[in-house]
């Protein structure tokens, strides 16, 4: 399994070195007059989230923004499928807000092992407290743009999409330095899974970093 947010210290151990949630290899800049648009995940969300049902509300600290700029699909299949992976997002952020006390993520995230491995909701369990050990977090705006469902087949998909980082900083929690990201651009996709009740989980994130051909598309 992959992690696009994993510390080095987690990527360097695990295969998870290439994965959609190895954050800190994932790059950032800051800049303080950035306005976001699109949907914007806050404790009172805009008018542009209704838009979106299903997307889960959470207390974000003044500090932190998370920023959905694709509309969703017109196909309700495919955007019960974009919703689902938005929502995991959403929570593992949420979470690592808290240094790992909200464990929302748990209903987005699958909880069956993978071959060979642990579950996302495992693996996202584990991510999330290292950070915690390191007294690491995030803040500022991570924006995700240009989403595709690039594989529905029933009971599976593929969920790719664009991430900007470079309003994103690594902060340190115990003195409140902030550090700016390495690369401000990567390209994710996750794998989901279709639940008997007609749910979706996240299995599976897998990241594509410069300089890596497939992470252009999201440089332009």
Request: charged content about 15%; proline content about 6%; glycine content about 6%.
């Amino acid at each position: 399994m992959g992690s696009r947010r994993a510390p080095a210290a987690i990527v360097a151990a695990c295969l998870l070195s290439a994965c959609l949630l190895a954050i800190a290899a994932c790059g950032s800049t800051k800049a303080a007059t950035f306005r976001p648009e699109g949907k914007i995940a806050t404790a009172a969300p805009p008018a542009a989230q209704e838009s979106e049902p299903g997307l889960q509300k959470f207390p974000w600290p003044a500090s932190l923004q998370v920023v959905f700029d694709t509309p969703l699909p017109a196909d309700q299949a495919q955007a019960a499928i974009m919703v689902a992976d938005e929502n995991y997002q959403l929570a593992f952020y949420y979470s690592l807000s808290t240094g790992g006390k909200d464990r929302s993520y748990t209903r987005y995230a699958n909880a069956i092992p993978q071959i060979g491995g642990e579950s996302m909701a495992q693996f996202t369990q584990q991510d999330i407290a290292h950070y915690a050990a390191e007294h690491v977090s995030r803040s500022g705006t991570i924006r995700f743009f240009d989403t595709k469902i690039v594989q529905d087949k029933g009971s599976g998909a593929e969920v790719q999409y664009c991430v900007d980082q470079s309003q994103f900083d690594s902060v340190n929690t115990q003195n409140g330095s902030t550090t700016p990201l390495k690369n401000p651009y990567y390209l994710e996709q996750d794998s989901l899974v279709r639940e008997s009740d007609g749910s979706w989980l996240v299995t599976y994130t897998y990241g594509y970093y410069p300089p890596n051909q497939q992470a252009e598309v999201c440089l332009s």
